[in-house]
T-cell receptor
Framework: ETGVTQTPRHLVMGMTNKKSLKCEQH?????MYWYKQSAKKPLELMFVYSLEERVENNSVPSRFSPECPNSSHLFLHLHTLQPEDSALYLC??????FGTGGSYEQYFGPGTRLTVT | RKEVEQDPGPFNVPEGATVAFNCTYSNSASQSFFWYRQDCRKEPKLLMS???SGNEDGRFTAQLNRASQYISLLIRDSKLSDSATYLCVVTQTGANNLFFGTGTRLTVIP
């Protein structure tokens, strides 16, 4: 399935590195999301973009910086991460009817498995 | 109190068995409800939406009880391929909030 793609699929980075995660959706949706999934924890919603505007930022540390240049692409820029940031980062998209960025079926990409050393 | 609570399991059932999962949510203003399936080291995939009237898709039946604030998923005639983690998702219209449960792990045994 290629509805939502993410690159890279695996990333190992040191705490002083800067890297970016990329997400692309081919479903014609207008809302995109970043989630963090750590072991034995529920998915944590990090950022929501609807119509290319950020509508949610769930108190995510500033070392994570999202960017949404258009409705098909979403980036997560990473810098000076901590070992506890190691997790699976999932991108999702949906069709948002009200501009509020939520409430509808979401389609996920395969995720980027990030390890911070 | 967590927004969404699920029994983490694991549920180990034989092939052909019927198994049911429940999920409770804390906010009565919640509007939309979904069940997702997540295989090991894969992304969550939408299994089915949950409607007030209940809905069925083949061997899967989802129910919503707003008064008691829970949703359920029933799987009949379990197959080996049903082994996965089932995630309950609850959202609140207009609040930009989507809440995932921790998931219920199901293993179907031959």
């Amino acid at each position: 399935e290629t509805g939502v793609t993410q690159t890279p699929r695996h990333l190992v980075m040191g705490m002083t590195n800067k890297k970016s995660l990329k997400c692309e959706q081919h479903l014609g949706h207008n809302a995109m999301y970043w989630y963090k999934q750590s072991a034995k924890k529920p998915l944590e919603l990090m950022f929501v973009y609807s119509l290319e505007e950020r509508v949610e930022n769930n108190s995510v540390p500033s070392r994570f910086s999202p960017e949404c240049p258009n409705s098909s692409h979403l980036f997560l820029h990473l810098h000076t991460l901590q070992p506890e940031d190691s997790a699976l980062y999932l991108c999702a998209s949906s069709q948002d009817r009200f501009g509020t960025g939520g409430s509808y079926e979401q389609y996920f990409g395969p995720g980027t498995r990030l390890t911070v050393t | 109190r967590k927004e969404v609570e699920q029994d983490p399991g694991p549920f180990n059932v034989p092939e052909g068995a019927t198994v049911a999962f429940n999920c409770t949510y804390s906010n009565s203003a919640s509007q939309s409800f979904f069940w997702y399936r997540q295989d090991c080291r894969k992304e969550p995939k939408l299994l089915m939406s949950v409607y007030s009237s209940g809905n069925e898709d083949g061997r899967f039946t989802a129910q919503l009880n707003r008064a008691s604030q829970y949703i359920s998923l029933l799987i009949r005639d379990s197959k080996l391929s049903d082994s996965a983690t089932y995630l309950c998702v609850v959202t609140q219209t207009g609040a930009n909030n989507l809440f995932f449960g921790t998931g219920t792990r199901l293993t179907v045994i031959p």
